[in-house]
């Protein structure tokens, strides 16, 4: 059931897995062996099967440099997990840190968005009101900013036919 509940937890959080991966490391045992009579005893918590066991006498003396090379790599690798440990703080910080901005650009992002869409619908209310109130008054009054007015330079007393249209001009207007 441990297992169960390990791959449970490395599927809700991944990163954990890695960090995590040193934790249970029981480093090699060298042991020199003076001559004589040994005995060895086994340990072992599962009692509801047997378990084989297999233990291995070699000669130190041709596997000298093998050992010193594994006993250098243990002590890296004790010292690495240390460093995880450390470093899964920082990086659960700055991992939380990301989050946050991230949430914040969400955020912005949809506050910007809305605002410019409440810009337009202004906009937008501006083109309806003048064409109700222009159509409203049931007379060809002119309003500034109206289109038709640019295209007649007469109404508007300018004798030199310069096309107005380019220009648009907001007014508010008293009801």
Same mark, same amino acid.
Request: proline fraction near 2%; charge should be negative.
């Given at each position: 059931?441990?297992?169960?509940?390990?791959?449970?937890?490395?599927?809700?959080?991944?990163?954990?897995?890695?960090f995590?991966?040193?934790?249970g490391?029981?480093?090699?045992?060298?042991?020199?062996?003076?001559?004589?009579?040994?005995i060895?005893?086994?340990?072992g918590?599962n009692?509801?099967k047997?378990?084989?066991?297999?233990?291995?006498a070699?000669?130190?003396?041709?596997y000298?440099?093998?050992?010193?090379?594994?006993?250098d790599?243990?002590?890296q690798?004790? !010292?690495?997990?240390?460093?995880l440990?450390?470093?899964?703080?920082?990086?659960?910080?700055?991992?939380? !840190?990301?989050?946050?901005?991230?949430?914040?650009?969400?955020?912005?992002?949809?506050?910007?968005?809305?605002?410019?869409?409440?810009r337009?619908?202004?906009?937008?209310?501006?083109?309806?009101?003048?064409?109700?109130?222009y159509?409203g008054?049931?007379?060809?009054?002119?309003?500034?900013?109206?289109?038709?007015?640019?295209?007649?330079?007469?109404?508007?007393?300018?004798?030199?036919?310069?096309?107005?249209?380019s220009r648009?001009?907001?007014?508010?207007l008293e009801?």
């Amino acid at each position: 059931m441990d297992s169960t509940v390990n791959a449970l937890a490395i599927a809700k959080d991944p990163d954990a897995a890695f960090f995590k991966r040193l934790e249970g490391l029981q480093p090699c045992e060298v042991s020199e062996l003076k001559a004589g009579t040994h005995i060895f005893a086994v340990y072992g918590d599962n009692f509801f099967k047997t378990a084989t066991y297999t233990i291995e006498a070699l000669c130190a003396k041709t596997y000298e440099d093998t050992t010193e090379k594994l006993k250098d790599i243990e002590t890296q690798i004790l !010292r690495k997990r240390n460093e995880l440990r450390q470093f899964e703080t920082e990086y659960r910080k700055a991992l939380a !840190r990301f989050q946050e901005v991230t949430n914040r650009y969400s955020q912005e992002k949809q506050s910007v968005d809305e605002l410019l869409k409440q810009r337009d619908s202004i906009h937008a209310s501006f083109t309806v009101s003048k064409m109700v109130s222009y159509l409203g008054n049931g007379s060809t009054s002119n309003v500034i900013g109206d289109d038709s007015k640019a295209e007649s330079p007469v109404e508007d007393g300018g004798s030199d036919g310069k096309d107005k249209s380019s220009r648009k001009e907001m007014v508010q207007l008293e009801p």
